[in-house]
Structure formats: C-alpha cells, structure tokens
C-alpha cells in the first residue's frame, strides 16, 4: 500500500500530564465498555476463542496478546484498547491463543507453539476478511505478539494496512532465553516440564520451548510494506530493539516511541498484581489509537 505521509522516524517519549481526575474519568470508561459497544465472543475454525466489538465495516484491527497471556490483556489492556478504537468507530478481534493462559487457568503448562500462535491470528484475520472484504486491516501484538503478527502481515493475502507493536520481541525465543531461565529451559527438554519465574511461577513443555526455536523473523519481514509503529518502556526487561525492527521492514510509514520510565507492561500493574501507575498504559493506548485512526481508511 503506498502511503501519502512522508518516512519518519522518531525515538523519545513525550510525556503525559498526570492529572488524578483524568485517571479517575479512564477507569469510568473501562468500567462502562462493555454497555457501550457490542461485544461478541465466538470461537475461530483453529478452536481459539476471540472477542468481537464490531464498530464499523471499514477498519478492522486484529489484537493478538503476549507470551502466557489472555485476550484481554494484563491490566485489561487489550480491553481497554478495543473501546478506544470503538469509539473511534474502529472494529476489533481479540484472539485468545490456545495453550498459553486458558491453559494456565486450567492448572495446565503452557503448551502452544509458535506455529500454532501464527495460526490462531490467521484465524482471526480470516474471520474478519471473510466477512468484510474491503476493510482496511490492522495488527497489534503485545510481547510475544510481536514476532506472531511480523510473520502473520508477511504470510497472508491480501495485505495489511497497519501494524502496532508493543514491548515487541525480536523472535520466539527472546521471551525464555534470559540466563536466569536456562534451567527451567533445560528442564522442559530433558524431562518434559520445566518451571519458568515470572510474575508467576509458570509451567511450560518441551513442545512449548521447541516451538520456539528455528524461527527467523527479521529477514522475511522486509516484505512488510504498510505503516508500523513501535511503543516500548525504557525499562523493558527486552532489548531496546524497535530501531532494528523498523530498520528490517519497507514500510512506507514508521516510528518508534520509547516511554522513559515504563516497564515491559507499562507499569499497568505491581508486581503484587495490584492495580499500578496508568499513565504509561494511557499514552500507549492513546498513540495506538491515533495511529490506526490515521493509517486505517475506508477502502473505496
């Protein structure tokens, strides 16, 4: 797709006001989303639940989550972005990938592969171009969604207009391969099961961790040619790697935010899992949504 705007690309963060009653006004609208835009929740042909909120026929926004995730998202992120697109009268699909937090809410390891996550977007996506072939389509992928939708937008037809990484690894392996990881690592593929320390105590298989491996992402994804932005903390425990992600695309349209001060999460919640500073979460979501706004037109 050949974009108007001219190549930018910026790397620092413009900060927010912190103002406790525009805090206060968010949680509100968090607390009324579910009244005000139609959500459907529906199961995809690979057997992935998705949540629908339908706003519009001509912008569509496919949302796939992180590593061990929901589809909602930590902090109801993912939530929260769906009814700030919606009210900009864009659509979106949110697509719970099988094996990774539907398992953990079973007392189950994580078992998906990455393979399996591609399928579970391509899913998704198909759901959406099935049913509104002229939509402008866009993807966000959080973590470990990143690699998910760079290699989903280079391996489906038609092509898709936008792209929004958040806290975005570089490949699969990114996510399990930190030294302080290594035994649960070696654990899963000597023995089956190995014990990952995260926010959490989290359980993953041998399936899982060699799923993973033999994934090269950056070469192909030079076929990427629609707009793409990059939002990361300074304080992300992932390499600071968005200029090489940028760098490694063709696309027409790029930027990269980095948010001094925030984590891999945004600082959405405490490591207590309490509910954390959202002034991060809210500059994330705003500049998702001005971004889409902008790069998602109708189709004529």
């Known amino acids: 797709m050949k974009m108007k705007r001219p190549h930018r690309l910026t790397n620092r963060a413009r ?31 690979t057997g992935a639940r998705a949540k629908v909120v339908n706003a519009s026929d001509s912008a569509w926004v496919v949302m796939v989550h992180g590593w061990s995730g ?13 009814d700030r697109l919606a009210s900009e009268g864009i659509s979106s699909i949110r697509v719970q990938i099988q094996g990774e ?34 939509a402008q389509v866009g993807l966000l992928g959080f973590s470990y969604g990143g690699p998910t939708v760079m290699r989903l937008a280079v391996t489906t037809e038609p092509e898709v207009q936008s792209m ?17 990881q290594a035994g649960a690592v070696r654990d899963a593929l000597e023995t089956g099961v190995g014990i990952i320390k995260s926010w959490m105590p989290i359980a993953v298989t041998r399936r899982h961790v060699l799923g993973m491996l033999g994934e090269s992402i950056l070469p192909e994804f030079s076929a990427y040619q629609g707009a793409l932005l990059t939002i990361r903390g300074s304080n992300d425990y992932l390499p600071q790697a968005d ?5 490694a695309s063709s696309a027409a349209l790029k930027e990269a935010i980095v948010i001094e001060g925030a984590t891999h999460i945004f600082n959405v919640v405490e490591p ?29």
Not at 70 to 82: K, T
């Open 243 to 247: 200029s090489v992600i940028l760098g």
């Open 164 to 180: 929004v990484l958040w806290s975005s690894a570089l490949n699969p392996i990114d996510i399990v391969k930190d030294e302080s």
């Open 101 to 134: 937090g539907d398992a953990l809410a079973r007392g189950e390891p994580l078992n998906s592969t990455f393979s399996g996550r591609v399928a579970d977007a391509r899913s998704a996506l198909q759901w959406v171009q099935d049913r509104y072939p002229k």
């Open 272 to 300: 207590d899992q309490s509910r954390g500073d959202q002034r991060f979460a809210e500059r994330v979501m705003d500049s998702t949504t001005q971004w889409f706004k902008e790069t998602l037109s109708p189709a004529g």
């Open 15 to 45: 900060a927010l006001p912190i103002m406790g009653l525009a805090i206060l006004l968010s949680t509100l609208v968090v607390a009324a989303s579910a009244e005000e835009f139609s959500q459907t929740t529906l199961t995809l042909e």
């Open 70 to 82: 929901v589809l909602d998202e930590v902090g109801d992120l993912y939530l929260r972005q769906a």
